[in-house]
């Protein structure tokens, strides 16, 4: 039997669809969703094996949240649900992630509910690397670009302006996010995070630093012919690493 959950911001489709489920014994909905924050919530709450989640959805739209669950490293699985044209429904198909095109039609959704329960546990952990490729692709494809990063804290979701992040560092599998707003720990990668985050505005100055250029308040001269950083309201200087050294200087003209 799966368990699942229904995302979407639109009442009639996410009802459809749930209406649509119910014509397969082998599952059961568990839960709905309205919105990004809620699917979150419920996917802690319920933890179901399968989540049929909507794209364009506003505040949180579903790739910001498929971000989310994935770095959790559950074994949910999740089918995008979709309106968007061939050329997004490409890179789907390239990446061999399965999606609903809608209006999602019976026969297809049959399809999708088969191809799930071939699932093996290894095949579900490839499904999750497919997922956070397809993400990736998605937002290249279609010039996605968000302005928020999203933190998972206990019982919570910390949403962080872009503007508001004065550096990143990393250190033994977390990452640590400094902002104005205050100091985050999290476990998502430095290198998910430098994705996420404008270049050159952010710059990896650092394998294990990630920096905000626009809160550079000084440029040091620092050990082997390379530069320390220091950042507005921070006490620690940020040292640039050699190998980054003259991209550094490119980029800020000096």
């Not at 998910?192 to 394998?207: K, T």
């Not at 920096?211 to 220091?230: C, G, H, K, M, R």
Request: with cysteine; glycine share 4%; hydrophobic share 40%.
């Amino acid at each position: 039997m799966l368990r699942c959950l229904v995302v979407d911001d639109e009442d009639y489709a996410r009802k459809g669809l749930i209406s649509l489920l119910r014509h397969f014994e082998e599952v059961e909905v568990v839960g709905e969703a309205s919105n990004g924050y809620e699917a979150i919530s419920k996917n802690k709450e319920l933890v179901p094996d399968l989540i049929f989640l909507d794209i364009r959805m506003p505040q949180m739209s579903g790739l910001e949240v498929a971000d989310i669950i994935m770095k959790e490293k559950g074994r949910t699985v999740i089918v995008f649900t979709t309106a968007y044209d061939e050329f997004a429904i490409k890179a789907f198909e390239v990446n061999a992630v399965d999606y609903l095109l809608k209006p999602i039609s019976r026969s297809r959704l049959g399809q999708t509910i088969e191809k799930i329960l071939r699932l093996n546990k290894e095949e579900n952990q490839w499904h999750i690397k497919e997922i956070e490729e397809i993400v990736r692709e998605l937002r290249k494809d279609q010039g996605y670009k968000s302005t928020k990063i999203y933190i998972n804290e206990k019982d919570k979701i910390i949403v962080l302006n872009h503007s508001d992040i004065v550096y990143i560092s990393s250190l033994d599998g977390y990452a640590y996010i400094i902002t104005t707003k205050g100091n985050f720990k999290s476990r998502i990668t430095l290198n998910s995070l430098e994705e996420q985050l404008d270049y050159p505005n952010f710059f990896r100055v650092h394998r294990s630093y990630l920096v905000n250029l626009d809160f550079i308040e000084s440029i040091i001269p620092w050990y082997n012919a390379t530069y320390a950083l220091e950042l507005t309201g921070v006490k620690e200087k940020i040292p640039v690493s050699r190998s980054k050294l003259n991209e550094f200087k490119d980029i800020m003209k000096i």
